[in-house]
């Protein structure tokens, strides 16, 4: 997933490495690299998506994003449903103050009326049936917070961004 950024100075760029990893980074004047550039990074984002409310994954995700540092997590969508432990994935995202964004999951989870639902085979019946689990263990709040989330987040980065290829980081 991709996150769509807007801003005014020219020389900021995001840039996404061969790992994935989003960094925004501003090019220093007069430093040159073997590429012909060099950049300072301003900020390190971690990107994740899919949580599905699998709160153990994602506990290990962030354990191992911090031993390398971040400053921002952007959790592009998809974040507690189907899991076994959405409530605790969902308060891991906002104790590190994730910048979430809706995922179809979320969308589901939060504007399908069971009742309304007609499985027609054992798995849409089981599926159904998570779908009640997770949202009754979620409360009354968190669907609709998840309903309030915008499905394209365009993050607060108050200079120009633009791609850069991975192969200019060197």
Do not use: N
């Amino acid at each position: 997933r991709m996150a769509r950024l807007d801003a005014e100075a020219s020389s900021v760029s995001l840039m996404v490495s061969w790992h994935g990893r989003i960094f925004l980074c501003k090019r220093r004047a007069g430093a040159a690299s073997r590429r012909g550039r060099r950049y300072d990074v301003l900020m390190r984002w971690l990107c994740i998506s899919d949580i599905h409310g699998d709160a153990d994954a994602l506990a290990a995700v962030l354990a191992t994003a911090e031993r390398f540092g971040y400053a921002r997590v952007l959790a592009a969508g998809d974040h507690c449903f189907p899991g076994i432990d959405a409530l605790d994935a969902w308060r891991r995202l906002l104790g590190v103050g994730a910048v979430c964004a809706q995922g179809v999951g979320d969308r589901a989870l939060a504007t399908i009326d069971p009742d309304g639902v007609h499985p027609r085979d054992e798995h849409e019946r089981t599926r159904l049936r998570r779908l009640i689990e997770v949202r009754t263990s979620l409360g009354e709040p968190i669907p609709a917070k998840l309903k309030a989330l915008s499905p394209a987040v365009r993050l607060p980065i108050p200079m120009k961004t633009g791609p850069l290829h991975g192969s200019e980081l060197l």
